[in-house]
């Protein structure tokens, strides 16, 4: 049975001949379909000219080889882009009836009709030939003139121009800020000198990523130097949970930042001229790093929307937030929809840009699959040989605003773009295959969108991605789209940033519009790599555009506009048109003196960026005015801080080389330790003001230095490059430790409880305030003790907590089989290779008191809370002025609490709270809740003053940390509620120093002084017969027995109705315990009412909890 008749693609009858098919039309039909039946296979009488090409099966293969013979046989070069650009062979027949008809070979019309299937052979008829119907006028735009227009590398016949696309001119939108992050570049500095250089990118993966590929060239792209450095804590984000997170959210919330610097604004400064109505607007398409920790204990990536939203949440931003994907056009996709919110007025500002990043081997594999990738490891773009393309690694971003209002808010602008458009290839040959005339019409509609024609462009960023037809394909459509004007041959030159840096997918549109911005900015085209030879299915004799293959000046007779284009593998296109930014006007340079601040996260970093500060000036001009006030209204004010008033740049470059070699005098130094410091005098003089601001103060910048200023390049923020990756294997060797902090061994000796450093970048909550705050702190790590019996499911979720912190002089005993914890990898917790716990004690150990700084100001005001008099305590403490308020006696509530300290607040700032309530004999603040949270009310209090110089905080309490079983110790439970508040304040609060004192003599008052003024960042303390000590954590000894409950002894489970104390209940029961106390929030009614059907949820289920613990054998 013969198959159906295809389809017709052009919605006519599937059989008849077409309505004015003239007689050239027919000839070119017969001996094209004669020509497709032989190289095809297909019989002539099977194939119809009206139904869709991919319905036989066409290759790219056939292409060439159909090209080829017509080009042969005519005598005239006929594209294999027909076939791409027309979807059937009557549409090719018609392209050749109108551009090579003359050279047809002469053939009968008996042949004609012949070659055709039955079913369309015309009626015989006496008439003679109708002559060749002319073409009907285009009657749509770009879209369908260019249809009939000239394949690529042939002019437009005199007096025949195609028709532009007609539209608005849309308003044009200001780049003002721009940063990223190329192949082997760390910043554009670095990427224009490889573009200017023509240096090929394409490298194996760097490091341990090399690891991924089988084959040796399995992996070979461009890359960045490192995709796993990020600085979490600059962000807010822990270690541990950066790691979790899609390293291209990381990179790009880092590049978003230094764009925003690029445009001179702080958030404040963002949130002062727009309020929150910024959008982001973000091109990616891969989502691998799950695919690392697929291995691995904890889940790791995040949704490709949280690229965008990430930022919009760091930033505080309410405009549009959303990440692209239409593949390898999403980036340029990107700016399309945020100059269209732009325009329609739903945000004032937008952040675009695009991330890509090539984590695992599956992205190669898929693209071998699929013949995309080349067979050399180089992006060939309009050069011979190219067989596919190589993908490359890239982060980059733009600022956006309308021009108008960029030029009004005197911001710096880049580029402008004038027109955008995006379109889809609709169904073409194959879902791969692109489609040259929407290509053309994309083109065409962002020319109209500028309010441009072709002769206003002068140079083409292409997509060009190698291939071999591909790249004829887009000449094909930039032909058709150009088509309107006559040019000379070679007229206008094209690019593409792929020839180096390999296709950035996602991220290349982003790539090609930082080059092109970099080309206005040198007035210099760069050269497109890999094209020696050109590609030979392109007629470049013939053709208006050419490679620009080295080096030159922008042509002084093209204009300073450019046209970039990104199509993406599923059909959606994309092209954008952008022109030089306007040129600045005149003006007079401010004389006088100029402040300059410096300012980062911690020290380290802030003499990173000194040094690069120090660089820039040596490299760079740039009028100090425009520099300092770049730095004063252009970057964020954080804690580190350093301001120097120069007159000129050489004092400047002096004052910051004195400072990193240690000398102070020229500079002022100090730490912000409050959010928001007060604000200074506008009207004091410079150094003093400086002076203020080191200090933390708040300055109106625009009163200090009223005259304008411009935005000019600054080093961007040197972000610290904690290594943040998802399945990093053991360390062989330890970690370098951050200078200034105690090194922690591993192995039995002894480690500070809390303290030490830790490897940058590793997962660990602070336990404890250390000499810096916001400074990571130790990850004690110690041999795993093997266990006899599992705590837990291995195939439950559960976070079993393997830190077994046992009494001193106690034995724990020993197990054989490990518990495993699904929520910690091995390698981050010390354990290695198998799962296990850790069995640690903690021990006191003696250390002398630490010496007070030289320096510091012992004076400042003491607020004392204490239950009894103590009126040596004022001599003690001199020069201190020592406030006593009596808890106990004038305060029973938290109201009478809060006014008391408020009166003393009002009088001046409070320096520090010393807490001796503990101390009473007959303390009873740990049965009556009010002594205790009127205290905290007052702690409270004197924190949120925020005082300058910090706050220190005290409690002293005596036998707290006393050992039930030691003899001639005293336990006290007397000031534990406060305790475990006050010893992690310091964690919180990076501007206190908080300590719990632990002694044995509370009348020691010369040691309570010593205490006080201890520099030492411990959260707890001991002090034994005038000896201070601290708590450490040792391993702790393995008994041999396997422990049992003591049916006999009773058991006290705080907690014990519901949660965790109802399954400890539960466990000891099980393992033997027969006499069980249970403690809960609330009593339980009597028995008898037990079985009530109101009783509250909360009840009933420590109802229930008791009888199952009775139904097991216990007495409760």
């Not at 949440?313 to 919110?341: E, K």
């Not at 930039?478 to 593409?496: D, K, M, Y």
């Not at 509530?893 to 009473?920: E, I, K, N, S, W």
Request: proline share 10%; hydrophobic share 40%; charged share 20%.
């Amino acid at each position: 049975m013969a198959p159906p008749a295809p389809a017709r693609a052009d919605g006519g009858p599937a059989h008849g001949r077409a309505d004015g098919l003239g007689a050239g039309h027919a000839e070119a039909q017969a001996y094209l379909m004669a020509v497709y039946a032989e190289v095809s296979g297909i019989p002539v009488e099977r194939l119809d000219p009206h139904a869709p090409l991919e319905q036989y099966g066409v290759s790219s293969y056939q292409v060439a080889q159909l090209a080829a013979r017509l080009t042969a046989e005519l005598g005239e070069r006929i594209p294999g882009t027909l076939f791409f650009a027309h979807r059937t062979l009557a549409a090719v027949a018609g392209e050749l009836a109108r551009t090579a008809g003359s050279r047809l070979p002469t053939a009968p019309a008996a042949l004609a009709v012949a070659a055709a299937p039955a079913a369309l052979a015309a009626p015989a008829a006496p008439a003679a030939p109708a002559a060749p119907t002319a073409p009907a006028a285009p009657t749509a735009p770009v879209a369908r003139a260019v249809a009939a227009a000239v394949p690529a590398g042939e002019p437009v016949p005199a007096g025949e121009p195609v028709p532009q696309a007609r539209g608005r001119k849309g308003e044009p939108v200001a780049i003002v800020g721009i940063a990223g992050r190329y192949p082997r570049s760390e910043g554009l500095g670095a990427f224009w000198q490889h573009l200017l250089d023509g240096d090929d990118l394409i490298s194996e993966p760097p490091g341990r990523r090399s690891l991924a590929g089988p084959e040796q060239g399995a992996m070979t792209g461009g890359y960045l130097d490192d995709v796993a450095g990020f600085d979490p804590l600059f962000f807010g984000i822990t270690p541990r949970d950066a790691a979790v997170l899609d390293p291209q959210e990381r990179l790009f919330l880092q590049t978003a930042w230094h764009t925003l610097e690029d445009a001179g604004y702080s958030r404040s400064r963002l949130r002062e001229r727009h309020g929150g109505r910024v959008g982001v607007f973000v091109g990616s398409m891969y989502n691998e790093y799950p695919f690392l920790g697929l291995a691995g204990p904890r889940p790791t990536g995040s949704a490709l929307a949280g690229i965008a939203n990430r930022v919009s949440y760091f930033l505080d931003l309410n405009g549009p937030s959303m990440t692209v994907d239409t593949m390898c056009s999403s980036s340029l996709t990107a700016v399309h929809l945020a100059v269209a919110a732009l325009r329609r007025g739903e945000c004032e500002a937008a952040l675009v840009g695009g991330v890509n990043l090539s984590l695992h081997p599956n992205k190669f594999a898929t693209l071998r699959a699929l013949r995309m990738a080349s067979s050399d490891h180089r992006c060939r773009s309009f050069g011979a040989g190219g067989d596919g393309f190589v993908p490359g690694e890239g982060v980059g971003a733009v600022l956006l605003k309308p021009l108008a209002r960029a030029v009004a808010d005197g911001d710096r602008v880049h580029a402008v773009v004038l027109g955008t458009a995006v379109n889809h290839d609709g169904k073409t040959n194959g879902y791969t295959v692109p489609n040259p005339v929407a290509q053309a019409e994309t083109i065409g509609q962002a020319m109209a969108d500028a309010g441009v024609s072709p002769g206003d462009i002068g140079y083409l960023e292409a997509h060009g991605t190698g291939t071999a037809l591909g790249d004829p394909i887009e000449l094909d459509g930039l032909t058709r789209a150009f088509s309107c004007v006559a040019a000379a041959p070679g007229h206008w030159p094209i690019g593409s940033v792929k020839s180096g840096t390999g296709h950035l997918e996602a991220a290349a549109g982003m790539a090609g519009l930082t080059k092109v911005v970099l080309q206005f900015r040198h007035d210099t085209l760069v050269p497109s790599l890999h094209a020696e030879r050109l590609n030979p299915h392109v007629d470049w004799d013939r053709s208006p555009f050419r490679v620009q293959r080295e080096a030159a000046p922008w042509p002084a007779h093209l204009p300073r506009r450019a046209g970039i284009s990104s199509f993406g593998a599923g059909g959606t296109n994309a092209h954008i048109v952008v022109e030089a930014p306007p040129p600045l006007s005149a003006r007079e340079v401010p004389d006088g003196p100029q402040t300059v601040v410096i300012s980062a996260r911690t020290e380290e970093r802030l003499h990173r960026l000194v040094e690069d500060w120090l660089r820039l000036l040596r490299q760079r001009p740039a009028q100090l005015a425009d520099l300092a006030h770049t730095s004063r209204v252009g970057r964020e004010a954080l804690r580190e801080r350093l301001a120097t008033v120069v007159d000129s740049r050489e004092e400047l470059v002096r004052n910051l080389e004195r400072f990193l070699a240690g000398d102070l005098a020229a500079v002022h130094r100090g730490t912000a330790r409050q959010a928001r410091g007060p604000e200074a005098d506008p009207l004091q003089p410079l150094d003093r003001i400086a002076a203020q601001w080191a200090a933390g103060g708040r300055v109106d910048w625009a009163r200090v230095h009223p005259e304008p200023g411009r935005v000019v390049d600054l080093p961007a923020y040197p972000f610290a490059a904690h290594h943040c990756w998802a399945d990093e294997p053991p360390a062989t060797d330890p970690a370098p430790m951050p200078a200034g902090l105690d090194t922690v061994p591993a192995g039995p000796a002894p480690v500070p409880a809390g303290l030490g450093a830790v490897p940058s970048g590793a997962g660990v909550v602070p336990t404890g305030s250390v000499a810096e705050p916001n400074e990571p702190v130790a990850e004690l790590k110690g041999p795993a003790a093997e266990l006899n019996e599992p705590t837990a499911e291995p195939n439950e979720p559960h976070a079993v907590s393997n830190e077994v912190v046992a009494e001193p002089s106690k034995t724990v005993a020993a197990r054989n089989e490990p518990v495993a914890e699904p929520n910690e990898p091995a390698a981050e917790s010390g354990r290695g290779a198998g799962p296990g716990v850790r069995l640690l004690a903690r021990e006191w150990r003696d250390e002398p008191l630490g010496v007070p700084a030289a320096g510091r100001d012992a004076g400042g005001t003491v607020l004392c809370l204490t239950a009894d008099e103590r009126p040596a305590l004022a001599t003690a403490f001199a020069p201190a002025r020592l406030v006593v308020l009596r808890q106990g006696v004038d305060f029973t509530d938290v109201p009478t609490a809060v006014t008391a300290v408020r009166t003393v607040l009002r009088a001046g700032a409070v320096d520090g709270v010393l807490d001796l309530c503990a101390l009473a004999e007959e303390s009873d603040d740990e049965r009556d809740a009010g002594p205790w949270q009127a205290r905290l009310a007052i702690l409270q209090q004197v924190l949120a003053a925020r005082p300058a110089g910090g706050v220190r905080i005290l409690q002293v309490t005596s036998g707290l940390y006393d050992p039930l079983d030691t003899v001639g110790s005293r336990p006290r439970a007397a000031g534990a509620r406060l305790a475990g508040f006050v010893r992690v304040l310091g964690a919180e609060y990076p501007w206190a120093r908080s300590t719990v004192l632990d002694t044995d003599d509370p009348g020691d008052l010369p040691l309570l002084s010593a205490a006080w003024h201890d520099t030492a960042p411990y959260g707890e303390m001991r002090m034994r017969a005038g000896v201070r000590q601290r708590p450490c954590l040792v391993p702790a000894p393995a008994g041999q027995t396997r422990w049992r409950p003591d049916p006999e002894h009773v058991y006290l489970v705080t907690g014990g109705t519901r949660g965790l104390g109802a399954l400890t209940a539960r466990h000891l029961v099980d393992r033997g315990a027969r006499r069980i106390a249970v403690l809960g929030l609330r009593p339980l009614p009597p028995r008898h009412e037990w079985a009530r059907e109101d009783l509250p949820a909360a009840t009933a289920e420590a109802v229930a909890t008791v009888r199952e613990l009775e139904r097991r054998g216990a007495r409760v």
